[in-house]
């Protein structure tokens, strides 16, 4: 099963990516955690995407299309993967296509989490202060307005750009996390049948 999971930050794309990874062997492909990796690490895309990021900004799509066409590739992914916080531009989506193209893999579904932008702050802030590592650089509230404004104007497009091609679900993401795996297993299973 290829699955991209969209959805605002602190939709929980995160955490359900996870469970399917746990469940189903579905192997979590998160942009964010390959990012924050390459920060932590130092190295030259780290240096590139650390300011970037704590400003709630976007890395340039090269530099994640690079990241994850590379990823994607490799033999775990064969048997399934969810893309988490990928693609999150038009030309990120599009790049995304031919990728897949030339490894003659196809997308399942796209299931976009909806919530609501005001129950959005407090997930973040709630995750920033349960978080055992110490707070992500950008779970703040002035990081959060631009990433909000940032997922509008960009990735909402992305949204609509799988619908044009009829893969795309839609969950209510404001449901508890069991209800949303829930809606999201529903979704996978009815594509295996
Ligand atoms: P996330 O963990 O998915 O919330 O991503 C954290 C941050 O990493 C984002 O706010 C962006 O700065 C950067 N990032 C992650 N994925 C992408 C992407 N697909 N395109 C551009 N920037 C990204």
């Given at each position: 099963m290829k699955l991209i999971l969209l959805g605002p930050p602190g939709a929980g794309k995160g955490v359900q990516a996870a469970r399917l990874e746990d469940e189903r062997g579905m192997i979590q492909l998160s942009t964010g955690e390959m990012l924050r990796a390459a920060v932590a690490e130092g190295s030259e895309i780290g240096k590139l995407a650390e300011g970037i990021m704590a400003h709630g900004e976007l890395v340039p799509d090269g530099i994640v299309v690079g990241v994850i066409s590379a990823r994607i590739s490799q033999p775990d992914c064969a048997n399934g993967f969810t893309l988490d916080g990928f693609p999150r531009t038009l030309a990120q989506a599009e790049a995304l296509d031919r990728v897949l193209e030339d490894t003659g893999v196809s997308l399942d579904a796209v299931i976009?989490?909806?919530?609501?932008?005001?129950?959005?702050?407090?997930?973040i802030l709630t995750r920033a202060a349960?978080?055992?590592?110490?707070?992500?650089?950008?779970?703040?509230?002035?990081?959060?307005?631009?990433?909000?404004?940032?997922?509008?104007?960009q990735t909402a497009p992305v949204a609509a750009y799988y619908n044009a091609?009829?893969?795309?679900?839609?969950?209510?993401?404001?449901?508890?996390?069991?209800?949303?795996?829930k809606q999201i297993a529903d979704i996978i299973d009815e594509k295996r049948t």
């Open positions: 976009e989490l909806k919530v609501d932008d005001a129950a959005l702050l407090d997930r349960e978080s055992p590592c110490g707070p992500r650089a950008d779970d703040n509230e002035e990081a959060l307005k631009k990433r909000l404004q940032v997922y509008h104007a091609q009829g893969i795309l679900r839609s969950v209510d993401g404001m449901a508890d996390i069991e209800g949303v795996a």
